[in-house]
Structures are given as C-alpha cells and as structure tokens.
C-alpha cells in the first residue's frame, strides 16, 4: 500500500515533438480510489504505465511512500495491473492463475494456499477454483486478473486499464459494484483508467480528468460536476455536457449575445482573454420566463426530458421540467448560482 | 457460429477431387495390384497373394530383415532429428526480436536453407564436410578426430543429422515465430506484474500458445524426415554399407534398381501405413486435448 | 514498504540487475547471430568453391578463392543442356503453382463456409496424400504418365507435384478464408452479385495475402523436389536439379561446375523469399494465429 507523488513528471515518446504528458506534479493518497478520465489518446494510458513502470518518463520522478521508484521495472514495483482484455494463464486452472504471482516471490505453499482462497472468496471464484481459466467468460478473466494482484499483500497499487471493455453491459454493473465493495474490504490504492465517465465517477472518490496530455482537474465526482475548473470537464462530464456561451462580464454580471443580461453568484475582476459563461442543462430549464429561445427538438431520457433549444442562434441544452407540457413561446430560466465564467477555458476565480 | 449445410459445396471441391484423385487413386491402385503378383521380368505376372506381406513383416526373412533394418534406422533418425530441431527451433525462435529492421533480414536468411532444391542440399554438405576440399572435414581432421563420412558409420549419421537440422529447423523456428507473434504484449506485461521469470514467462505463455503451430511444426518434421530420399542419398548413397540407408532409399533400390516391383509395392503400402497411422494418432490426440480444453 | 529509509539499498540493488539484464538481453541475439552464422558457413563455402579453378580447389584449402574465376558460370550459360534445365523446371513450377491455386481457391472456400456430406473425410484424405512418400509414388507416376503421353513433359512433374502441393494450398487458403467474415459474402449476395463475380472481385483481394503465401509454398516444394521430377522426365524435360545428378555421375569430380549449378539454384528461391519477407511469419502460421 502506498502513497503516489509525481515529481515534475513529463513524458516524451522518442521521435515525437509533442508531450505525450505535459510536466506535471501530484499526490495519491494511500488507499484511494482514483480514477484516471479523458478521452482516446489523452496520455491516461501513459501515465499508467508510468506508474506501473513499463514505461519509463523522459522527465521528472515517480515515488512510492517518499521513495524514489522511477528506475525500477515493473516486477519490482509490487503494482498490480489489470489489462483492458483479459489475460489468464490458459494451460493452469483458477487457483494456479491466482497463485502464480505468490508462486514467482517464493511464498511457501501453504501461506500461498490460504491466500488465494481468501481472495477468491472475495471475488466469488471460490466455486470453479480448479476448473481451467481458459474456459470462462470474459469477466470471470477480469476476475482472475485481479484476484491476481489482490493475493499479494504487499501490493503498492492495482491499476485498471480500462477493464470492462470486453465485458457484457449487463456484467459491467456487477463487477463494477463488486469493485467498489472490494475497495472498501481491502484498503489499497487503486488507479482506474477508462474513458467512460459512468465507470469513473462511480469507481472513484477522486477523478483525474485529462486532456491532451495535460491534468486538467483532479476532483470528486460531485467537485467535477458542481465547479468544473476546465471547460473540456464541463463538456466531457455529464450528458449532455455543460452549456457554454460566449459572454463579457462587467463585476457581477454578464452579458450575452443578443445584449441580455444575467445576474451572476459572484462579483469578477476584469477578465481577459475569451469569455464564456458555463452552465449545466440541470441548472437551466424551460419556464415562463427568462431568456427567449427557439425550441429545436425535445429528447426523452426516461428519467427527464431534454430540450434542445437555440438561444440567440446557439445551441443550449436545457432541462424540460417534470409534467411540463411543451410550451409553446419557450423562455429560458437559469439559476444563477449554477453559473460559471471561464476564460480562455479555465474557471475564473471570482470574489464574495 | 455454426457453418450453413449446403451439399451444392461439392460443386466446389470437384476439381482438387478430380486432380488428387487421378494423381493418386490410380497410382494406389497400382501399388496395390503389383503388392499381390511377383514377376520376372518380361511383363510376366503371377499372383502372389499376401505373400509379400509375410515375407515383409517377417524378420528372419531376407526381405523382412532388411525392411526392420531399415524401418528402425528411419526412425531413429526421425527422433534424433525431432529432438534436436524441436527444441532448437523453439530456441532460435525466442531470441529472435519482435520487431524492427532485423526481423525481415533474420527471417529471409533463416528461410533460405528451406528453399534449395534437397539435392544441392546434399550437393552443399557434401562439399561441406568432405575431408580433402570441405571446410567442416578439413577443421574436424584437423582437431585430430578421425572424421570421413565415406568410411565410418557414426561420421556418416553425424554428417546426415546435422545436414538434416541445418535444412528444416528453420521451418519449427519460423512457425514457432509465427505463433510467439500472435501473443499480445499485455500477456507479457501482465508477467512482468506478476514477477515471473523467463522461465515461468516461457511456461505459462509462450509454450501455450505456441501448441497449435508446435503440432504443425510436429507433423511435418515427423512427415518430411520419415519420408527422407534425395539428401542422404546424395550424401552418402545410402552407405558406408546400409549406414545411412533409410526407408525410401530401400524403396527405391528396390523398386527402380532391381525392379522387384511386388516386392516394392508391399513395401510401399505398409511404408505409407506407418506414415498415415503415426500421424493420424497424433493429430487425433493433439486436437482432442486442445478440444477438450476448450470446451 | 517502510518508506524513505530503504531508498538508497533500494537504488544499489537495481542498478546491478539492470547490468547483468543488459548481459541478458545480449545473450539472445548471440545465439540469433551464431545460429545464422551456422546456416551461412555451408553456403559461403558452395559460393567459394564455385569461384575457384578445380586446380585450386583439388590443390589444398583456401578459404577463399586465390584466383577467383567465372569459367564455371560461364559455361553453365553457354552450355544449351544447363540452362534448358532452368527454363524447364521454370515451367513445371509455373504450371504446378497456377493448378494448384485455381483448384483450391474454389474447393478452400467450400471448406470455409460450408458443411457438406463427407467434408471432413475428404479433408483428411486430401492431407493424407501429403503425408505419402514420394518413393511410393515414383513407379507407379512412372507408368501412368507414360501411359497417358506426358511422360517427359513439364505437365507430368506438375500435376505430379499437384498430389502434394493442392492438400498443403486448400489448407493454407482455407485458414486465410476463415478469417473473413462471413457477412461480406452475405452483404454481396444481397446486392445482386453474382457467386463467380463476387468471388473474383471482391473475395480474392480479401484474402491475396494468403494466395501469396499458398503460392509460395507451392512454389517452394515443387522447386526443391529432386525424386518426382528426375523419374518422369529423361531429355526434353529435365529439370535443372536433375541435370545437376548427371553431372556428378558422369564428369566424375568437376566440383566448380557443380558448385556453380548449386548457386544457381539458390538463387530464384532467394527471390522469391525477399518478396515475401513480410508475410512469412503470418503465412507460416497457416493464417490461423
């Protein structure tokens, strides 16, 4: 179990003159569950493997508990990783999947034996420990290829890389619940990397949010949701994704297209660069009165509707309150302490 | 996802039918006809019955002697040549990269002994190992072991097995190869995580997933080295004495150099008996413990 | 992990793996390079001879020629019996690999898709014939082909060869057409395209990789192949491989001149596997892995 810091930690691949992972500093702490967001080709991968060390960073420092671990392979890093498809042992059955790591440190036999049942029975492999792993599905494999890690109980971290991938969407719900169950039973950092927000935001008690190299927000899920510090997490994160309008702002309103003029929580210095007000359609609904907009399309989404409006020519997603019939002459209500000012697409600090 | 039942395939499959089947029904055919008369010659024939066929599978005859004689020599060297090229082959294989530039030139320059024509083979050996102009020869001699492929039975086998590993161990490395490639780099990152050694890397992955192009290798090797005519034979012709005189090289001493055609034929069909049932069961046990285990 | 006190035993200990790993990481390429190195000596000796007046090579070792000399290849060329054996094991190469691909193309496919009555005992039957020793067949390939008029013909070597290169093509094939998805064949049946149309203009590119590599093992064992080739043919038709055997017989010890046949026939296998050094690997794993 261990405490992750990033020291100036940047990464360039050979040959490619951008970073892959712009220089950045970080904490995990101890036992947290963390989960590494963003979108195909945002270095989520590569800083995982960072931290697992098949990869190692052309600039900076990875430590583990304060010590320095950054030109260690991986074998001796005591992470544990499971792979976006599932890797088992084919020729062994479940137990020597599961003993295999304990088998390659020397653990006696016995202690390796009492481990291995006490991980499956936490798992719920306890039933077809001597059939072949071969033969199973694809989520008991990702089963395995935990329970691996989790046998060792020096494990520093188990890092997940984009695990359900390959599982049926009814499955992922369950080994996605049991996961959140095992975090709490065993108290081990756990990095989890996915570029589904769904999976994210339930596995974890910290979201990184990352794009294009660069750690955009580190946060809980409701921090992610309530005050994104980055307009990529306002519009990666919740679906649909905050609205953003182009506005000026003048202390404690802003101005829109079109000259309205919206009251804002906060008093702002004067703000340079582009301006743009955030909102989330769960903050903005259809009412009687507000801003003018002309309705496009109404989406069901079972649990609430969504009008998809134009304000002033721009598209808005907005929420269609609960029995509300479609109106016919829409107006847009927002609620202001919702609102958010991001210049140049970061979250302006504002006062009061 | 189970294949559509559609008897109109036959209409597909009639020509290679049509071609192997005139290529070898009428041949068998023959062999089979001629196992059972004798002749002397002249387009005589008598009926012999299974005559042949006693005499062969009877050690203590001429004929039956001479056959087990021969039978135990090719699979001696069979087995000599599975147990050194096998693993070999697995070896040079594991060393080669996984990629980058030396991967195209290692495997055109493994691939090459594959494609000479099995009668340069022998020709290349020949001039090899000879003891007045070859270079392995003259080096051996000159390590003071007597060494003369003409003249001494193990200097012969020596010479005939090293020129087998050096023709098809390529062809278990290529295959073996082939089959390494196929395993994704997560397998060996997951290694890597769970501590293993080379070894254990070597047990628990790469020897796995390489049974099926193994079985391959397998076959083949046990096929082409049952089956060996033209590289021995060019290298030693069958001698010193009957040292190096394997299955097919009787065959053909028999058949086109004494014209003992009944005597060739019976030889011809236990011979090809031996091939088919050898392969047959270990095809069959290969592909039911890998069903089994997939199932 | 009792943290920061450990750091700097833990920095000395990896340091010496990380040296003893690159001795490691040496030891395979070693071996990769000795094995090689193994495979070429043979070859660069043949070379050598070849380059070498029989006065020289009949006089003492030399590693390399003292007097290099083209005599050898340049009789071979001039001589009309050496190179017709090129031209003439050309041809039944030629004429064995275009059967063999244009029986089993159709006959690979109805494998790959279909389950009809008796598939898998043909299957077999058909890897069986791979499985015969070609000693077998010699006498009796000797008469039938004489029988039908083809005897020292390239055609009786070919469809000879046919017997043990079509098994090995519908097995090749057939790997590679499994690994197409059966629903391309399904979307051109329902745009109207007929069986034979589809086959050849959409079909085949899918899978011209694996018709390379059927096409250049039909290659290889048809030009390796001595035993078939020499029975069914006497003049018109002897293959170079063959006409190389006479040699020996009959000039009794002209090693140059053999040396430099040997070369020679080294040489369109060398080709062929330059222009296929990026499918080897998948094409020995019969299109399967």
Same mark, same amino acid.
């Given at each position: ?5 990033f ?18 500093d ?23 493997n ?6 190692r960073?052309?600039?900076?420092r990875?430590?583990?508990d ?20 599932p ?7 479940? #137990? ?52 691996r ?20 969407p ?5 080994l ?34 990352m ?21 990529f ?23 829109l297209?079109?000259?309205?003029r919206i ?19 769960e ?19 079972? #649990? ?13 997603a ?10 016919a ?19 302006a600090?504002?006062?009061? | 996802?189970?294949?559509?039942l $559609?008897?109109?395939?036959?209409? +597909?499959?009639?020509?290679?039918v ?23 010659g002249n387009?005589?024939?008598f ?11 009877d050690?203590s ?7 087990? $004689? ?7 060297f ?10 070999l ?6 060393t ?11 495997? @055109?320059? +493994? ?5 000479i024509?099995?009668?340069? @083979?022998?020709?290349i ?6 003891? $007045? ?14 060494y003369n ?14 020129m087998?590993?050096?023709?098809w161990?390529?062809?278990? @490395? ?47 090797r046990?096929m ?23 299955l ?11 014209? $003992? ?6 030889m ?28 | ?18 040296? /003893? ?5 040496a ?10 190195l ?13 380059l ?6 009949? /006089?003492? *070792?030399t590693?390399?020629?003292?007097n290099?000399?083209?005599e ?6 001039t001589?009309? /019996?050496? !190179? ?18 244009a029986?089993?193309?159709?006959a690979? !496919?109805?494998?790959?898709? !279909?389950?009809f009555?008796? =598939? ?13 020793p ?8 000797f008469?039938? !082909?004489s029988?039908?008029?083809?005897? =020292?013909t ?18 090749i094939?057939?790997?590679? *057409? ?20 589809f086959?050849i ?12 590599v059927?096409?250049f093992?039909?290659? *290889?064992f ?15 038709a ?5 006409? *190389?055997?006479?040699t020996? /017989? ?7 001149l ?10 369109p ?5 330059w ?15």
């Amino acid at each position: 179990m261990a405490r992750i810091a990033f020291e100036h930690l940047a990464h360039l691949y050979p040959g490619s003159s951008a970073h892959a992972l712009k220089p950045m500093d970080m904490v995990w702490e101890d036992a947290g569950a963390y989960a590494l967001l963003g979108p195909s080709g945002c270095g989520k991968t590569t800083l995982l493997n960072i931290v697992s060390g098949l990869l190692r960073p052309s600039e900076g420092r990875v430590l583990f508990d304060g010590r320095d671990v950054t030109a260690l392979p991986t074998e001796r890093r005591n992470v544990a990783q499971v792979f976006q498809f599932p890797v088992v042992y084919d020729t062994m059955t479940v #137990r020597e999947n599961l003993a295999f790591p304990l088998r390659n440190r020397g653990v006696p036999a016995a202690a390796a034996r009492a481990r291995v049942e006490h991980v499956a029975g936490l798992l719920g492999l306890s039933a077809m420990l001597d059939r072949r792993a071969r033969n199973l599905g694809a989520d008991d494999k990702q089963k395995i290829s935990l329970g691996r890690g989790l046998v060792r109980d020096d494990v520093a971290a188990i890092l997940f890389d984009e695990p359900l991938t390959v599982i049926d969407p009814h499955l992922k719900w369950e080994l996605r619940s049991r996961l959140k169950e095992l975090h709490r039973q065993v108290p081990v950092t756990m990095i989890y990397v996915t570029h589904d927000q769904t999976e994210a935001l339930t596995f974890a008690d910290r979201v990184v949010v990352m794009s294009e190299g660069e750690v955009v927000q580190v946060g809980t899920p409701e921090a992610l949701f309530d005050r994104p510090a980055h307009t990529f997490v306002g519009h990666f994160i919740g679906s649909p994704g905050m609205n953003l309008l182009p506005c000026a702002v003048e202390g404690d309103a802003a101005i829109l297209p079109g000259g309205h003029r919206i009251g804002l929580p906060r008093a702002y210095p004067r703000l340079s660069g582009r301006l743009e007000l955030g909102i989330r359609p769960e903050f903005a609904a259809l009412a009687r009165d507000g801003l003018p907009v002309t309705l496009r399309r109404i989406e069901d989404l079972g #649990r609430r509707r969504i009008a998809r409006v134009e304000l002033e020519g721009m598209p808005f997603a907005a929420t269609l309150p609960e029995g509300m019939a479609v109106p016919a002459e829409p107006r847009l209500a927002l609620d202001p302490a919702r609102l958010h000012v991001y210049a140049d697409g970061r979250l302006a600090a504002g006062e009061g | 996802m189970a294949k559509p039942l $559609d008897n109109r395939a036959w209409f +597909l499959v009639l020509p290679v039918v049509a071609l192997v089947a005139f290529s070898a029904l009428i041949p068998v055919m023959t062999v089979v006809n001629y196992s059972v008369q004798d002749s002397f010659g002249n387009n005589e024939f008598f009926w012999n019955g299974t005559g042949w066929f006693k005499e062969l599978l009877d050690p203590s005859t001429d004929l039956g002697g001479r056959f087990f $004689d021969a039978l135990w020599r090719t699979l001696l060297f069979s087995a000599i040549c599975l147990l050194i090229e096998v693993p070999l082959g697995i070896g040079v294989a594991l060393t080669l990269p996984r990629r980058g530039w030396g991967v195209a030139a290692s495997l @055109v320059l +493994l691939a090459l002994p594959l494609l000479i024509p099995w009668n340069v @083979v022998g020709t290349i050996w020949q001039v090899f190992a000879r003891r $007045d102009i070859g270079l392995l020869g003259a080096a051996v001699n000159g390590l003071g072991i007597e060494y003369n492929y003409a003249q001494t039975p193990l200097a012969a086998w020596v010479t005939v097995v090293a020129m087998d590993v050096w023709h098809w161990t390529s062809l278990v @490395v290529l295959l073996c190869y082939a089959g390494l490639r196929a395993i994704p780099d997560a397998y060996y990152q997951a290694a890597k995580v769970d501590g293993a050694s080379s070894w254990a890397v070597f047990r628990a992955i790469q020897l796995p997933k390489m049974q099926r192009v193994l079985t391959i290798a397998i076959l083949l090797r046990f096929m082409d080295s049952f089956m060996i005519y033209t590289e021995p034979f060019v290298v030693t012709g069958g001698g010193p004495g009957n040292a190096t005189t394997f299955l097919s090289i009787d065959l053909v001493k028999i058949a086109l150099g004494q014209f $003992d055609l009944g005597k060739a034929a019976a030889m011809s069909i236990v011979y090809n008996l031996i091939v088919l049932t050898v392969c047959w069961v270990f095809f069959a046990t290969t592909t039911r413990s890998q069903s089994e285990a997939v199932q | 992990m009792s943290g920061a006190t450990l750091a700097p035993a833990a920095l000395a200990e990896t340091r010496a793996p990380a040296e /003893s790993g690159a001795l490691r990481a040496a030891v395979p390429r070693v071996v990769l390079v000795l094995y090689i190195l193994f495979l070429l000596v043979p070859i660069y000796w043949l070379v050598n001879m070849s380059l070498k007046t029989n006065l020289e090579i009949n /006089s003492g *070792m030399t590693l390399w020629p003292q007097n290099p000399t083209l005599e050898h290849y340049r009789r071979i060329f001039t001589d009309a /019996s050496w !190179y017709s054996g090129y031209i003439n094991s050309l041809t039944y190469v030629a004429l064995n690999t275009v059967i063999s691909l244009a029986v089993a193309l159709p006959a690979a !496919y109805a494998f790959s898709r !279909y389950r009809f009555l008796g =598939d898998k005992h043909l299957f077999f039957w058909l890897l069986s014939n791979r499985m015969a020793p070609p000693a077998v067949f010699a006498l009796p390939f000797f008469q039938l !082909y004489s029988a039908v008029g083809l005897f =020292d013909t390239p055609w009786a070597v070919a469809l000879a060869h046919c017997l043990f290169n079509i098994p090995l093509a519908v097995w090749i094939l057939e790997g590679f *057409m499994s690994g197409v998805p059966r629903e391309i064949d399904e979307m051109a049946a329902i745009d109207g395209w007929s069986f034979p149309a589809f086959f050849i203009r959409h079909f085949l590119p899918l899978v011209a990789g694996g018709v390379g590599v059927a096409a250049f093992f039909c290659f *290889m064992f048809s030009w390796v192949e001595l035993l078939l080739a020499r029975t069914l043919t006497t003049v018109n038709a002897k293959p170079i491989v063959a006409t *190389m055997t006479r040699t020996v /017989s009959a000039a009794g010890m002209d090693w140059g001149l053999l040396s430099a046949a040997g070369v020679l026939t080294i040489i369109p296998g060398a080709i062929v596997i330059w222009f296929v050094r990026n499918h080897i690997a998948r094409g020995f794993a019969l299109g399967r892995v």
